[in-house]
Every structure is written in C-alpha cells, then in structure tokens.
C-alpha cells in the first residue's frame, strides 16, 4: 500500500466528524440511511484501490445506455 491508503482514511475520518457525527447529534435518521452505506462502499472501494485493485471501467456501458436511447 502506498501513501493514497493514508489519505484516503485521513479524508473519511474529515468527512465522519463533519457529516455524520453533526447528523447523529441532531438524530437525523433519514440522512444516515444514506450516508453511512455510502460511505462504507466509497471507503471500501478506495481502500481496495489503494491496495492495488482495479475496477472495470463503467464508461463503455454508459455510452452505450446513450446511443441505444438517443438513438445515435
């Protein structure tokens, strides 16, 4: 792992003490629905990219989701 796996954890925690611990203060369920598995999956995704797994890229299907509906 590199110095991106820091920065990653470095960036969640930022983002933990301003987004949610603001919204567990205040009992905001609704947003913590959301919020947390967000947050879960991008730090999963960034922690495994950090360690050297690569993702399939997600822009071949998009444009062809758009030709087929904009008929191009």
Known sequence: MDE????YIGFY???IFTDLIP???KKDK???WIFIPVFIAT???NIMSAAGFSFPSIN???IQILKNT???
């Not at 991106?4 to 920065?7: L, R």
Request: proline content about 5%; hydrophobic content about 60%; aromatic content about 4%.
């Open 23 to 25: 919204d567990i203060r």
């Open 30 to 32: 609704k947003s913590l």
């Open 70 to 72: 904009l008929h191009m």
């Open 60 to 62: 071949q299907p998009i």
């Open 43 to 45: 730090l999963t995704m």
């Open 4 to 7: 991106s796996f820091i920065i």
């Open 13 to 15: 925690v930022l983002l």
